[in-house]
Every structure is written in C-alpha cells, then in structure tokens.
C-alpha cells in the first residue's frame, strides 16, 4: 500500500487545531459546570476555537486602534462594526508621549494581531465572523463602574496613562484563561505551546504592571490615584470574574507585577468568569465590548 506523506502545513494546521482544541476545551468544561472529565460534545474544538477566536478579535482591535493598524483588523474576520471613540484617527491612532509605552504598544498590537491570522488560518472555513466590537461606550461604562460613578466618559486612548489602565483590564483576563486549562493537557507537545502562549500573555500583563506601578501619580483627568484607579479596575473584574485578581500591591503593601494565589500560582478562570467581564455583567448573553454578543456557539 503506498503511503502519501502529509505536507507540512497539514501536519502543522492539524497540530494547531488538536492543541487549541484542547485548551479550549479544558477552559470550556469548567465553565460548563467545573466537571474537567466531562465527555465532549460533538465539534466542541470547533466551538472553543471561535470562543478564542473571539477575543482576540477584541485584544487586537484595542491595540491596533492605538497605533494607527485597526484598519487591517476589519480586512479579516467580515465587516462587523468596530466602534472607536470620537477623535481617534484610525489611521494614526492616539498620540503617545512617552516612547516606552508606544513600543510596547506596538510589539502587543503585533502579537494579537498575529493571534487573530494564526486562529483564523486554523479553522478556515468554520472560522467566526468578528462580532460587533465596541472600544468607546464599553470603556466609559467600564470606568464609571469600576470608579463607583467618579470617571464619566473615560477613553483609553487620550493618553498614555489612560492606555494603560485600558490594556489593564484585558491582559490579566487572557493569562487566567489560559491557567484555567492548563491541567487538562497530556500531550507534552501540546502543553509546550500552551505554555508559550502562557507565557507570552503574561509577559504583556507584566509589562503592563510594571509600567503602571512607575507612575502612581495623580491623574488630573480622573482626580484619582493610578494605584486606586488600577484597584478600582480590579475589584469590579474579581467580583464578576471569580475574584480571581489583584492590583498592584497586595494587603501587606507589596508590589504586585504577576498577581497569584498563596502558593505562588497564577489565577484560573472559567470560560463563564471571562465572558462576566468582558460583557461587563454577570449572566449576560452579550453587552460590554460586544454589544452583540459573541459569535459562534459559546456566548
């Protein structure tokens, strides 16, 4: 019988969709009840990949926004809405002042929207539609709920600091998805690049922190503390996401760069806890950053 090797991008798609399958999986089998030897339902790879895939189509359209590249997000994924706030210029995004914050605007615009290509390439066909993305009316809800009504009409891209306060309320999200899963991964090969992806996503959430703790200053614009401003941020994402979060310092006044539990462990959520943040409410079927709701099967 002769055999036909498989070229390298089969093998390599394949891979992709075995491994992603897996963590979505995993982090889908927890939301669903928290039983993780759950059987799978039929074409639920499928599934949790369009969950992923849904937001990274919300991480890239932030990043992209602020530096002037939104407009090769809505080349991909269909031409569903992506709501900027008045003023930004899609073409050359916000104006940075600090040089530190724009590379590192860059290089994370750089990586989600590679993540977008890569999710997208890996389902073809069956990939989502990018949903309804709303990055000015979700942001000031978000402010003016997380400040107890103090910060009306917040925009993250009107400065730098403001930026960051933005990238904040996402990045801690995807490293506590991911953890979420971790467990459920046997293949070694598989676990090596959920562990990248890990990794990568931490390696934002960190640089984020890091930069925000180097300018706890007043915020004129806000009349708040940046640190109060970043704790007010995470105590509304920990009480509709698992109380899974933290600041940047912890109860003893520590500085806190890589949030974790007692044991030194990085936080995991359900695939339920993102979508309560993410829609800004507990139980929602769609509202937030995706007025419509998510597309595909997990909403």
Known sequence: ????????????????????????????AFGLGGVASAAPAKNIDVDVLNFALNLEYLEAAFYLAAVGRVAELRRIGGGAEIRLPAGLDQNRGMTFKDGNVQALARDIAEDELQHVKFLSGALGKAAAP????????????????????????????????????GAFIFEDVGVTAYNGAATLITNPAYLQAAAGILAVEAYHGGAIRTMLYQQRQVSAAAGLYVGQVVQAISNLRGKVGGMKDMGLSDSRGMAVFAPADNNGVAYGRTTREVLNIVYLAPGASRGGFYPNGLTGSIK
């Open 1 to 28: 019988m002769t055999h036909t090797p498989e070229s390298s991008e089969t093998v390599n798609r394949r891979a992709a969709l075995g491994f992603l399958g897996k963590v979505g999986l995993g982090a889908a």
């Open 130 to 165: 990018r949903p309804v993305i709303d990055l000015s009316g979700a942001f000031r809800a978000a402010g003016q709920a997380a400040s107890g009504g103090k910060i009306t009409g917040f925009n993250p891209y009107l400065n730098d600091l403001f930026f960051l306060h």
